[in-house]
T-cell receptor, first 111, second 114 residues
């Protein structure tokens, strides 16, 4: 099945640094979502975006819905050790409820 | 519990065998979804139920895969004649059903086909 392209694939950063990752698609989505997955757990929703151009924050996380509807960006400010995990973007089209996920960005934070 | 639960947490089977994976959604959620996550990949959609009926089964890879939700709550994903390529984590999610509603995921069942 289709998977969205996420970059970077993985990143090592130091505690306190800011992190940026993005997600691109060949098709348009009406909703963009960002999830975090810890080992042995299911994905947990971080931020949902419903409108092209929308910029939404959740604590230290900020995400944007690309104006073309084919991309989205996630920024994490002042990273902390518990930010470690795999971050997935996901898109949803129209009224369809299935999610199309990205390939994931693995984040590792060093002290 | 309050969240989505899945059983078993791990399942090891032999090639050619039949397996059933169970999902208990959050109480009151009318929509239920199955996804499959291969190692190093994001989850891939399999099937979506709205109540008792499959609203979208376009993600089922072939006719060896089947899912039911007879009473609109618990769902069972059934895989016949398992193949090594079926090895993955099978995730279940539920939501209140409206297209904009958040999907809450269970911890998954890790299936290993030897």
């Amino acid at each position: 099945g289709q998977q969205l392209n996420q970059s970077p694939q993985s990143m090592f950063i130091q505690e306190g640094e800011d992190v940026s990752m993005n997600c691109t698609s060949s098709s348009i989505f009406n909703t963009w979502l960002w999830y975090k997955q810890d080992p042995g757990e299911g994905p947990v929703l971080l931020i949902a975006l419903y409108k092209a151009g929308e910029l939404t924050s959740n604590g230290r996380l900020t995400a944007q819905f690309g104006i073309t509807r084919k991309d989205s960006f996630l920024n994490i400010s002042a990273s902390i050790p518990s930010d470690v995990g795999i971050y997935f973007c996901a898109g949803k089209t129209g009224t369809a409820s299935k999610l199309t996920f990205g390939t994931g960005t693995r984040l590792q934070v060093t002290l | 519990g309050a969240g989505v639960s899945q059983t078993p947490s791990n399942k090891v089977t032999e090639k050619g065998k039949y397996v059933e994976l169970r999902c208990d959604p959050i109480s009151g959620h009318t929509a239920l979804y199955w996804y499959r996550q291969s190692l190093g990949q994001g989850p891939e959609f399999l099937i979506y139920f709205q109540g008792t009926g499959a609203a979208d089964d376009s993600g089922l890879p072939n006719d060896r895969f089947f899912a039911v939700r007879p009473e609109g709550s618990v769902s069972t994903l059934k895989i016949q004649r398992t193949e090594r390529g079926d090895s993955a984590v099978y995730l279940c999610a539920s939501s209140f059903g409206a297209p904009s509603e958040e999907q809450f995921f269970g911890p998954g069942t890790r299936l290993t086909v030897l």
